[in-house]
């Protein structure tokens, strides 16, 4: 099974983009959910994450701004981004704790990425 993350584009600084992931597959009840992003040339960072019941938290950077939210009826994990800035550019990862696939346990499941493109 792999995640499928959409949504990324090119948008002026001040903007908004919907970023959504959702599993190729049907897949269990899904445990903590989250977005990461790796800017240019820098190390991967965690944007914000969601657990089953709904706790969320976020990175210094995008409170306020970012809002995470998941739909466990159909295992998906959206992230809202407004009030985007330049240094939100990057290529924002979805990532999936602990779910069941067909019988196999799957654990720290990454999506292959959608880049997010903030013009200034």
């Known amino acids: 099974v792999q995640l499928q993350a959409s949504g990324g584009g090119l948008v002026q600084a001040g903007g908004s983009l919907r970023l959504s992931c959702a599993p190729s597959?049907?897949?269990?009840?899904?445990?903590?959910m989250g977005w990461y992003r790796q800017p240019p040339g820098k190390q991967r960072e965690i944007v914000a994450r969601?657990?089953?019941?709904?706790?969320?938290n976020y990175g210094d950077s995008v409170k306020g701004r970012f809002t995470i939210s998941r739909d466990n009826a159909k295992n998906t994990v959206d992230l809202r981004m407004n009030s985007l800035k330049p240094e939100d550019t990057a290529v924002y990862y979805c990532?999936?704790?602990?779910?069941?696939?067909?019988?196999?346990?799957?654990?720290?499941?990454w999506g292959q990425g959608t880049l997010v493109t903030v013009s200034s």
């Open positions: 969601i657990g089953s019941a709904g706790s969320t």
């Open positions: 597959g049907s897949i269990s009840s899904v445990t903590d």
């Open positions: 990532n999936f704790e602990d779910f069941w696939y067909r019988g196999r346990y799957y654990s720290n499941q």
